[in-house]
């Protein structure tokens, strides 16, 4: 017989669906009521019945096929390399002082691409999922696992938004907002005529009625969501990272990985512009490091030899990180504009905390 427990949490992901659940049967009923109520039983003239028709379907298609995306592409795990060995969990477990645990730490950090830190200083490790946490990688509670490039979990697709998929969801807010506007303004006219009595008293006339009032209140709040994410692209940030900015070896700082408008673009939606409008995975690098425009170098990871740059590996390459760490984009990307603020940085020291274990979701 199973576990309370586990029937416990299978109930709890059941009910994870029900806002996945609504949307669908959302979709559905504006399906049938633009397709069936509006196009096929109220539209009269046959040129314009065939337009709405046609682009209203490529919408829809586009629609769903990245709200599919979206939903049912898993979340990718961090490499192995940042995983703990049998033999470092033995030992990390055995110590109890804590300057021994810091030894353990600091001897597998030192090898892998790590910049960032907790707001203390320390190296980011997770004990639940005993790994070192990539750059901008996050535990989540609900999906129970560490997230590359961690941006939220979003209960409408009951998955977490992340290095995986965020070029979809960035495309899901984007056709789903065309696809409102574009339903609320075929339905403006013949919603004005309901108001007037310009519709033939049928069942028609309140699909209309409700579709115009459903999609234009979307598109609203469609549109801000958008809007907002929109901006943290251009800044090349995470929803997380906008709440709280990047701690570094020198301290936080909210622009540590922006690269400037077009390459931050880049960094999510590829270099190729033929699949920027496909819900198609094309996103720069392999979700574990990310190219900065920091100039201070981290005293503990040591510069590799030009030329080497993990930002431009693609998710089915091999995944071997040399015995140095990649360094070269911290000062190659380094923007004209930024270079006063690099100097104000390196004013204040580049002394490397030390290093603690510390929880942090």
Known sequence: MAPSGSRSDDCWRVLYWIPVLF???IVAWSYYAYV?????ESIE???EKIVYLLVYHVLFIMFVWSYWQTIFTKPMNPLKEFHLSHPDKEL???????????????????????YTRTMSGAIRYCDRCLLLKPDRC????????CILKMDHHCPWVNNCVGFANYKFFMLFLAYSLLYCLFVTATDLQYFIQFWTNGLPDTQAKFHIMFLFFAASTFSVSLAFLFAYHCWLVCKNRSTLEAFRAPAFQHG?????????????FRQVFGEE???WLLPV???????????????????EQPSLPPGHNPSIKSVGESHQFPPKPLRESQSRLLNNGQSEGSEDRDKRGTSNPALTIEKET
Request: include cysteine.
């Open 281 to 299: 995975f094309s996103s720069l690098g392999d979700g574990c490091s990310f190219p900065t425009c920091l100039v201070n170098q981290d005293p």
């Open 36 to 40: 069936v109520q509006l196009c096929i």
């Open 138 to 145: 996050h535990h989540c509670s609900a999906c129970e696992m």
């Open 23 to 25: 949307i669908s049967l």
């Open 45 to 47: 003239n046959m040129g």
């Open 92 to 114: 990390l477990e055995r110590e109890d002082r804590r300057e021994s645990q810091q030894e353990v730490l600091r001897r597998i950090a030192k090898d892998l691409p790590i």
């Open 273 to 275: 512009k033929k699949y």
């Open 252 to 264: 936080p700082d909210k622009n540590g990985f922006s690269l400037g408008t077009n390459k931050n």
